[in-house]
């Protein structure tokens, strides 16, 4: 994840950069708002999935499947 700014402008834009370099716009107020949930969520002493179990997070909630090397390659 990136913050860029401008200073003489007084601008910035956050970014998140995947695996592959692409690079994407994400609003500032997506952003608050998940660190706000996460917030709330830790304050439950929920803690933050690791290894598989974020596979498993992002194929039940967000219908995500992993992409393999052999997916990127059409092999």
Do not use: C, Q, W
């Not at 695996?19 to 933050?48: C, M, Q, W």
């Not at 992002?58 to 995500?64: D, F, I, T, V, W």
Request: hydrophobic share 35%; net charge negative.
């Amino acid at each position: 994840m990136h913050v860029v700014f401008d200073a003489r402008r007084k601008r910035y834009g956050v970014f998140v950069e995947d695996s592959e370099g692409n690079i994407l716009y994400i609003p500032a107020s997506k952003v608050e708002k998940a660190a706000d949930r996460i917030s709330e969520l830790r304050s439950t002493h929920f803690k933050e999935a690791t290894g598989t179990e974020i596979d498993e997070l992002a194929r039940k909630y967000l219908g995500a499947e992993l992409v393999t090397e052999e997916d990127d390659y059409g092999e």
